[in-house]
């Protein structure tokens, strides 16, 4: 899952810096979870986990995404997308 960023106003080392908006309803590809009677494979991103957003720095008042942002899919049962490689390593302001 690749995310993709819906503002280009704000960079950091470059690229667009994602916000909380940027991966709630982010669409997964690749579900790894089958399905089955009882499971049903992930196909997007439903909401973020505790801790995935700055809590100083907000991008036209949305907050910004934090390298360590988690995700909550709409898979049955849910599961967790977590960020690998986040492509930018450090932020001043």
């Known amino acids: 899952m690749k995310l993709i960023p819906r503002q280009f106003q704000v960079l950091a080392q470059g690229a667009p810096v994602l916000r909380l908006v940027d991966l709630i309803g982010a669409p997964i590809v690749g579900c790894t979870q089958p399905p089955t009677p009882a499971t ?3 196909t997007l991103v ?8 700055s809590l100083t720095v907000s991008i036209g008042g949305i907050p910004a995404l934090i390298a360590t942002a988690k995700g909550i899919t709409n898979g049955v049962p ?3 997308v977590t960020v690998i490689s986040p492509g930018q390593v450090a932020v001043q302001a």
């Open 40 to 42: 049903v494979p992930c």
């Open 46 to 53: 439903v909401s973020p986990l505790p801790g995935s957003t």
């Open 78 to 80: 849910p599961g967790v």
